[in-house]
């Protein structure tokens, strides 16, 4: 894990903000960029394969409300089911992005539960680290993959908190902290916050940062949520550096006894 105090640092750069929010499933790009703004987030992800950053020259692009002079675009290859195409999908992310290095790599399982596919994604990650790419990876929670990933040369890791857009928070908090103790590179939850408690737990468990895109623009109010999660994640983090209170089996009053009059 990193030091405690800096700001989030991602492949040697810095960022101030904690949360990393995607860009699809908005209303339209307006929103976007309303809810963007709002969360406060330096790095916007979005789906080589669903958006369009330059692909059509004739349409609408996402760099119109979301420029790369104002934030990091993260390439990501959401929708590729094998290593192939994941990686083919960030080498033309690369060339529409100017040589940008620092990409989102996923391989999913299969349509219904989006769940990594890990021999694909560990296989995919050593084809991009060896091509010069600054991978951040979505994975399982399985501590020992997590580790084949930063072994491999990956800057980040991601473990899923549940599965892609279900909006079910940490089902398994105690993996998390496994990855998070053995970790020499940032660890963020990537998939299934639902609301700002889940970001907050997430941070308070001592992850790095917390990606989310569903939990945002799938609120009645995606604005006020993306505020909602900027706050909760700096909530979060406070909370872990702060240390909580040890949990008792006993009450213990919040005021002092000794010295009372009787």
Same mark, same amino acid.
């Given at each position: 894990?990193?030091?405690?105090?800096?700001?989030?640092?991602?492949?040697?750069?810095?960022?101030?903000?904690?949360?990393?929010?995607?860009?699809?499933?908005?209303?339209?790009?307006?929103?976007?960029?309303?809810?963007?703004?709002?969360?406060?987030?330096? /790095?916007?992800?979005?789906?080589?394969?669903?958006?369009?950053?330059?692909?059509?020259?004739?349409?609408?692009?996402?760099?119109?409300?979301?420029?790369?002079?104002?934030?990091? /675009?993260?390439?990501?290859?959401?929708?590729?089911?094998?290593?192939?195409?994941?990686?083919?999908?960030?080498?033309?992310?690369?060339?529409?992005?100017?040589?940008?290095?620092?990409?989102?790599?996923?391989?999913?399982?299969?349509?219904?539960?989006?769940?990594?596919?890990?021999?694909?994604?560990?296989?995919?990650?050593?084809?991009?680290?060896?091509?010069?790419?600054?991978?951040?990876?979505?994975?399982?929670?399985?501590?020992?993959?997590?580790?084949?990933?930063?072994?491999?040369?990956?800057?980040?890791?991601?473990?899923?908190?549940?599965?892609?857009?279900?909006?079910?928070?940490?089902?398994?908090?105690?993996?998390?902290?496994?990855?998070?103790?053995?970790?020499?590179?940032?660890?963020?939850?990537?998939?299934?916050?639902?609301?700002?408690?889940?970001?907050?737990?997430?941070?308070?468990?001592?992850?790095?940062?917390?990606?989310?895109?569903?939990?945002?623009?799938?609120?009645?109010?995606?604005?006020?949520?993306?505020?909602?999660?900027?706050?909760?994640?700096?909530?979060?983090?406070?909370?872990?550096?702060?240390?909580?209170?040890?949990?008792?089996?006993?009450?213990?009053?919040?005021?002092?006894?000794?010295?009372?009059?009787?």
């Amino acid at each position: 894990m990193q030091n405690q105090e800096q700001g989030l640092t991602i492949a040697g750069k810095t960022y101030r903000s904690r949360l990393l929010v995607g860009s699809g499933k908005y209303r339209d790009l307006e929103q976007t960029r309303e809810a963007t703004e709002a969360s406060g987030a330096d /790095i916007i992800t979005v789906a080589i394969r669903r958006v369009n950053i330059g692909q059509d020259p004739n349409a609408p692009s996402l760099l119109d409300v979301v420029p790369p002079t104002k934030y990091t /675009i993260l390439p990501n290859t959401a929708g590729c089911y094998n290593a192939k195409d994941a990686v083919y999908t960030l080498q033309l992310a690369r060339e529409l992005l100017g040589g940008h290095k620092l990409v989102k790599l996923e391989v999913l399982g299969d349509e219904k539960t989006l769940f990594p596919n890990m021999p694909e994604t560990l296989k995919a990650a050593e084809t991009l680290v060896r091509d010069g790419f600054d991978v951040m990876v979505y994975c399982s929670d399985d501590p020992i993959q997590a580790r084949m990933l930063e072994e491999i040369g990956c800057v980040a890791v991601m473990p899923l908190a549940s599965l892609i857009g279900s909006g079910m928070g940490i089902l398994n908090p105690w993996n998390l902290s496994l990855i998070i103790e053995q970790a020499k590179v940032p660890v963020l939850v990537d998939a299934g916050v639902g609301t700002a408690s889940d970001a907050a737990i997430a941070m308070e468990l001592g992850c790095d940062g917390v990606l989310m895109n569903s939990a945002i623009a799938g609120a009645r109010d995606p604005v006020r949520m993306a505020r909602a999660m900027k706050l909760a994640v700096e909530a979060g983090r406070e909370a872990f550096l702060a240390g909580r209170m040890p949990r008792k089996f006993a009450a213990s009053p919040s005021s002092p006894m000794a010295g009372r009059a009787t």
